[in-house]
Nanobody, 117 residues
Framework: VQLQASGGGSVQAGGSLRLSCAAP???????????MGWYRQAPGKQRELVAV???????NYADSVKGRFTISRNNNKRAVSLQMNSLKPNDTAVYYC?????????WGQGTLVTVSS
């Protein structure tokens, strides 16, 4: 599974960014059956789950981003997005999209989000 992430950048606190992750080579029937998620890793910290959207469209968020971030998926485009609003400096991290097939995890290449105060 190849995951291609995009949309990172630099923004001031309070701003917004939208991350996208595409899985262009994935068969539709496989994509729709997979949960998709976003993780992030800040400098010196462990990678942490930010948000996940299940194959049925249910979502779950880390407490630190609830009410500010929204994950969505477009199965026809084999894509998942993360809308990030009211960004804070501690949202600064490399963001990775993720999926899993069976027990095997797959990661996108990571996209850097920098939020300045």
């Amino acid at each position: 599974v190849q995951l291609q992430a995009s949309g990172g950048g630099s923004v001031q606190a309070g701003g917004s960014l939208r991350l996208s992750c595409a899985a262009p080579g994935t068969i539709l029937s496989v994509f729709v059956s997979n949960d998709m998620g976003w993780y992030r890793q800040a400098p010196g910290k462990q990678r942490e789950l930010v948000a996940v959207i299940t194959s049925s469209g249910n979502t779950n968020y880390a407490d630190s981003v609830k009410g500010r971030f929204t994950i969505s998926r477009n199965n026809n485009k084999r894509a998942v997005s993360l809308q990030m609003n009211s960004l804070k400096p501690n949202d600064t991290a490399v963001y990775y999209c993720h999926t899993k097939r069976g027990l095997t995890p797959y990661w996108g290449q990571g996209t850097l989000v920098t939020v300045s105060s």
